[in-house]
Structure formats: structure tokens, C-alpha cells
């Protein structure tokens, strides 16, 4: 089977993102501060030695109603201060039990909500506090979601001045009618200005986000978005689908009201923006995420060094255990995964009286580790060579295949329709087979739970 919509359409099917094995439906609120303590002190003795450290900002001036983020409108500058507050004593009760010493930081990611609506003062801090408890690398690469609402010439060299060095920007659709739409503000600068000054205050990555299913989206009009970043030539770029989740998040009902493109629709989006962007020299990084091929991302997939994380694709070589700080961060350290209280009150009241503040988490078996690895490796890269991850646990190939479940026969219908070659060493999956790696890598998850209500489809 070629065509890729046949292949999109047929394997629609319910099932796990794999942002993390288990996936994030598994953590569960027996995991506790002490728990977390545990894996920290863990993790300064096993592999990846690099820290990656995640800070979550959760507010935002007004509420894009697309949004399925964790975030919180802005009331105070009061409560911004307390919360900033918190994020510090939080730092200092988790850096005291990694071993700063030995161990650097490859990778800062700051993520929301809006971190670049909160005033310069608060992201000073937070960068000296962070400066002087760990030793950063030289070639770590510092990076923010920003708003474009909220960036100007000075706001853009006041970021790269406080160590930036690679931009998100929330651009969703170019379109001024469709941002109207969905209650999102509008870029501040217009954006050939807004990527000039950006490129020459130093950043050495950009990266624009957008989001396909909006109200008033057609094929047409997401191509002419797609047409126009190009022009603009990020280093990355991401498509997100919209999820559509009105149970969870209230606000998304207003779309509802102004209607959705259907199903039908979304997928033509994709496809045709995929082909846009993969035919004008970018490398596509999963299903949705493209990069210049002089990008890391891209130089990573090829080298099959690829890795992914709670905070998006990233390379082995730059990311590390991740260290999540914030209302709702992930903490994801080998051992174990560990989330904080993601409503904002309770994450201050907790972290102001117990110095840290865990809601869920999970702690990992040896097992469960192997899944990981063979997961993580299928969903980034494509290629999984089973003595190989063996060696990593000194077992062999053999006893991973009987671990993860391996039977021959779940990847018959992938091989039947050209998305997966089985190899001496394990499996190689095909161009287009990466366009369904959820379900290839369902093949390899014992745990999976196939009533799947709990599920999105696939894509
Ligand atoms: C934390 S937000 C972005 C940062 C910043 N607040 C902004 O709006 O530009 C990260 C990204 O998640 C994506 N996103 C948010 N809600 C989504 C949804 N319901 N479905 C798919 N993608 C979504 C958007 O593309 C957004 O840029
Ligand atoms: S998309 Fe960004 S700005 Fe809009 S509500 Fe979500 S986090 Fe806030």
C-alpha cells in the first residue's frame, strides 16, 4: 500500500502518544516528594549524566480558545511574585540532591503559558538562581515559548541577553482572521521584522508553531500559512493537529460554535502542508515536526541520535534527565516520572510548606525500562537493533523480544503494507511507516490496554 492517506485513514485508531513510556495515564498519586527524592539521588549515579532543566510559566493575559496547555490568567503581579518565589525554593530543594559538581546542564527549556509575558526582573532571577547552583555547558542550548504579542526589539535583546539562544514563537496561523477567530492576540511586529531582529540578535534556532483544524482553516488558506513561513525560513517548524477536548478544556466549546473543519479536512490539511514543507528542503521529524537539514534535529535523525521528551523531539547528544520546575511540570529522570500539582494554588501552598509539590508520578521496573528504550528508539528513529538496547541492560537481544512481548505476527500487517522491514537485528521502519509509528510501537508495548477509550486516535 502507498498512498499515504490510505495509510493515515487505515491506521486512525485509538492509542497512546508515547510522549513517555508508560505513557502519563499509568502515573498515579502513590508516587509522593519522597519518591521523587529517591529518583534525584538515583539519578546523579545512572546515565544520561547531561541536565535538561524544564520551567513551567502558567500564565497568559488572555486565553487563546484553542489553547490545551496548563496555564492560568494573569491576575496579580502580587501572585506572579509569589510564584516566582516558589519556583526558586523549589529549585534549591531539588538541586541540593543532584550532584552539581559533576554533572552539567545541556539544556534549559522554558515552556507555559506565556514565559515571555511575566516582567524581565522575574526571568533574571530565575537564570542567576539557576547559574548558581549548577555549572551550565558552553554549547547548551537555551531556550523559550514566546507569544509573539509580546515581542519587540527590545524584548527579543533583553531574552537573548539573558543567555536565550534558540526562540519558539506561537505564530498557529498567519491569517489575522482566523487568530480572531480562536480570542489569540496578534503578533506585535509584523513577521519578516520580527524574524530579522530575532536573527540578529544572535538566536541560533527558531522555531514557529502552528496548529491545523482551527475554525475558518480551509486546505487553501493553511497552505498559504505554510507558503508564507517558509518564506520566512525557520530552523523548525511544528503542525500541530488541534485537539479537541471541550470536556477538559470549557473554552474550546466557542469553537464549537463557530465549527470545526471536519475530519476529512484535517487530514487534507496535513497532508498538503506536509508536502509543502518537505518539498521545500526541510527534513520531517516525526509526524509533524520538519527541520533544516543543517538542523541538529535533522543531522540527529540521521545519525538515528534522536530522543524525545515531554517538551518535544530533542537530540541524545543536548538533552539529559530532565528536571521539571513549575505548576504541572514533569520531572523525567530513568527511574521514574514524577508531575507536580498542576493547579497553581495548590503547587505554592505545597511547595511554600513541604518545599516540593508532587501530584502523580511513576517509578519505572526493569522492564519497564526496556519497553522504554525500545519504545523511545521506534518512535524517534525508526530503527531498533534488540541486542543492541540488550547490551545496554547487559541482557540479550533475545531476552528484550521476550520482555517487550515481541511476536513476529503484530508487525505482519505493517510489512504486508510497506511500513516496516523485519531485519536480522530487529526492525527498520520505512519512510512513510513513521507517519503511524504510534501504532508500530503499540507492536511493542505489553501493557497496552486495546479497549483504547482512553485514547485519541492515532492521528
Ligand atoms: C504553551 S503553548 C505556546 C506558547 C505561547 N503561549 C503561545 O501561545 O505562543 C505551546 C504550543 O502548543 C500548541 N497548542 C496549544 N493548544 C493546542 C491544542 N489544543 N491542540 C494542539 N496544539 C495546541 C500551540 O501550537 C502552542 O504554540
Ligand atoms: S496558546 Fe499560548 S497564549 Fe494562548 S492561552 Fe495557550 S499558552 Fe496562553
Redesign the pocket.
Known amino acids: 500500500m502507498e498512498n499515504k492517506e490510505q495509510i493515515l485513514l487505515k491506521y486512525n485508531r485509538p492509542g497512546p502518544r508515547y510522549t513517555s513510556y508508560p505513557p502519563a495515564n499509568f502515573f498515579h498519586n502513590k508516587y509522593n516528594n519522597t519518591n521523587l527524592i529517591a529518583h534525584v539521588v538515583e539519578s546523579n549515579t545512572i546515565g544520561p549524566e547531561n541536565i535538561s532543566i524544564y520551567i513551567h510559566i502558567p500564565f497568559?493575559s488572555?486565553?487563546?480558545h484553542?489553547?490545551g496547555?496548563n496555564?492560568t490568567l494573569f491576575e496579580s503581579e502580587k501572585v506572579v511574585i509569589r510564584y516566582i518565589d516558589c519556583l526558586i525554593k523549589e529549585i534549591h530543594s531539588v538541586a541540593t540532591h543532584i550532584n552539581t559538581k559533576d554533572r552539567q546542564v545541556t539544556q534549559i527549556h522554558w515552556g507555559?503559558?506565556?514565559p515571555n509575558s511575566i516582567k524581565h526582573e522575574h526571568i533574571i532571577r530565575v537564570m542567576n538562581e539557576i547559574r548558581s547552583l549548577f555549572t551550565i555547558n558552553k554549547n547548551a542550548e537555551i531556550a523559550i515559548e514566546c507569544?509573539p504579542?509580546y515581542l519587540d526589539y527590545n524584548e527579543i535583546h533583553f531574552l537573548r541577553d539573558s543567555g536565550f539562544n534558540r526562540i519558539s514563537i506561537?505564530i498557529?496561523d498567519f491569517n489575522p482572521k482566523i487568530l480572531d477567530c480562536v480570542n489569540?492576540?496578534h503578533s506585535k511586529l509584523p513577521h519578516n521584522e520580527l524574524i530579522k531582529i530575532v536573527r540578529e540578535a544572535g538566536f541560533t534556532g527558531v522555531n514557529y508553531d502552528f496548529i491545523y483544524g482551527l475554525p475558518g482553516q480551509t486546505v487553501e488558506s493553511f497552505n498559504n500559512t505554510m507558503k508564507q513561513a517558509i518564506e520566512l525560513s525557520p530552523d523548525r517548524l511544528v503542525t500541530f493537529s488541534y485537539a479537541h477536548v471541550p470536556w477538559v478544556m470549557d473554552e474550546q466549546k466557542n469553537l464549537e460554535k463557530l465549527g470545526l473543519p471536519t475530519p476529512e479536512e484535517k487530514l487534507s490539511m496535513f497532508l498538503s502542508s506536509m508536502e509543502i514543507v518537505a518539498n521545500s528542503g526541510y527534513e520531517q521529524i516525526g509526524l509533524d515536526h520538519y527541520a533544516k537539514p543543517t538542523d541538529d534535529l535533522s543531522k540527529a535523525l540521521r545519525e538515528k541520535q534522536l530522543h524525545r521528551n515531554f517538551q518535544g523531539y530533542c537530540t541524545k547528544e543536548t538533552t539529559g534527565q530532565v528536571y521539571g520546575f513549575g505548576c504541572s511540570s514533569i520531572t523525567q529522570l530513568w527511574g521514574g516520572f514524577s508531575q507536580n500539582e498542576k493547579s497553581l494554588g495548590k503547587y505554592m501552598q505545597r511547595i511554600e510548606t513541604e518545599g516540593l509539590a508532587v501530584e502523580r508520578g511513576y517509578s519505572l521496573s526493569f522492564n519497564e525500562q526496556i519497553c522504554k528504550e525500545v519504545i523511545d528508539e521506534t518512535m524517534c528513529n525508526g530503527i531498533v537493533d534488540f541486542t543492541e538496547i540488550g547490551a545496554r541492560f547487559s541482557i540479550s537481544g533475545e531476552e528484550v523480544k521476550s520482555i517487550i512481548g515481541y511476536n513476529d505476527e503484530k508487525l505482519l500487517e505493517f510489512v504486508t503494507d510497506g511500513l516496516l522491514t523485519i531485519t536480522p537485528k530487529g526492525i527498520d521502519v520505512s519512510k512513510t511507516g513513521m507517519l503511524i509509528v504510534r501504532n508500530i510501537a503499540m507492536a511493542f508495548d505489553p501493557q497496552l490496554n486495546t479497549d483504547g477509550d482512553k485514547y485519541s486516535k492515532t492521528i
Open positions: 497568559c488572555q486565553r487563546c484553542f489553547c496547555c496555564t507555559g503559558g506565556t507569544n504579542a506561537g498557529q489569540r492576540l
